[in-house]
């Protein structure tokens, strides 16, 4: 099973600042990873998919990168809809998900 | 566009069953397989495994073997998740979420959740 390892847990901003969350993989996935966004009582959205390929409607304030084994998802400036838990998965494999980092506000 | 409803809220007792539907719209349900994601209380996503709806062939995660059943009915455009012999441990929110791509397992949309509560 490929194991995924999200950081930070939880990341401290403000609006306006920048976000950068890391998803560390067990084995090579070349570029098979997405990552999603999740607010609470809500279900997850997918944001970037191909590890820098952004899902439609998604602003481009969100950009992703990274490939093998490293991978990040930056949020060029935090508004304020932006604070919310986001997953990586991999579908290199049997899909799995990282264990989420939680953005919240400072 | 593009949407999956699920059905609503369970609260069952141990050791009883439960079926949670997914209704898709929007697009050609058997051209995508249809993935099924657990999310305990406080929990992350935990991936169950998927069913290919143009053949009707479930694939499923470890750990969901036995209890857990996919299963389709293509003319409503449904897919199904039944779990026999309920735990408390299987109170969780269970989504449904579409693949993309035959090829390759991203997950988009996803329904809304039911959530199912397990307790005597």
């Known amino acids: 099973e490929i194991v995924l390892t999200q950081s930070p847990g939880t990341l401290s901003l403000s609006p306006g600042e920048r976000a950068t969350l890391s998803c560390r993989v067990s084995?090579?996935?070349?570029?098979?990873l997405a990552w999603y966004q999740q607010k609470p009582g809500q279900a997850p959205r997918l944001l970037m998919y191909?590890?820098?390929n952004r899902a439609t409607g998604i602003p481009d304030r969100f950009s992703g990168s990274g490939s093998g084994t490293d991978f990040t998802l930056t949020i060029s400036r935090l508004e304020p809809e932006d604070f919310a838990v986001y997953y990586c998965?991999?579908?290199?494999?049997?899909?799995?998900f990282g264990q989420g980092t939680k953005v919240e506000i400072k | 566009q593009v949407q999956l409803e699920q059905s609503g809220s369970e609260l069952k007792k141990p050791g009883a069953s439960v079926k949670v539907s997914c209704k898709a719209s929007?697009?050609?349900?058997?051209?995508?397989?249809m993935n099924w994601v657990r999310q305990a209380p406080g929990q992350g996503l935990e991936w169950m495994g998927w069913?290919?709806?143009?053949?009707?062939?479930?694939t499923y995660a470890q750990g969901f073997t036995g209890r857990f059943v996919f299963s389709l009915d293509t003319s409503v455009s449904t897919a199904y998740l039944q779990i026999s012999s309920l735990k408390a441990e299987d109170t969780a929110v269970y989504y449904c979420?579409?693949?993309?791509?035959?090829?390759?397992?991203?997950?988009?949309?996803w329904g809304q959740g039911t959530l199912v509560t397990v307790s005597s």
């Open positions: 929007g697009y050609t349900f058997i051209s995508h397989g």
């Open positions: 998965q991999q579908y290199g494999s049997s899909p799995s």
């Open positions: 069913i290919n709806t143009n053949t009707g062939n479930p």
């Open positions: 979420a579409r693949r993309v791509v035959t090829a390759l397992n991203w997950f988009d949309p």
């Open positions: 084995q090579s996935v070349s570029s098979y």
């Open positions: 191909g590890a820098s």
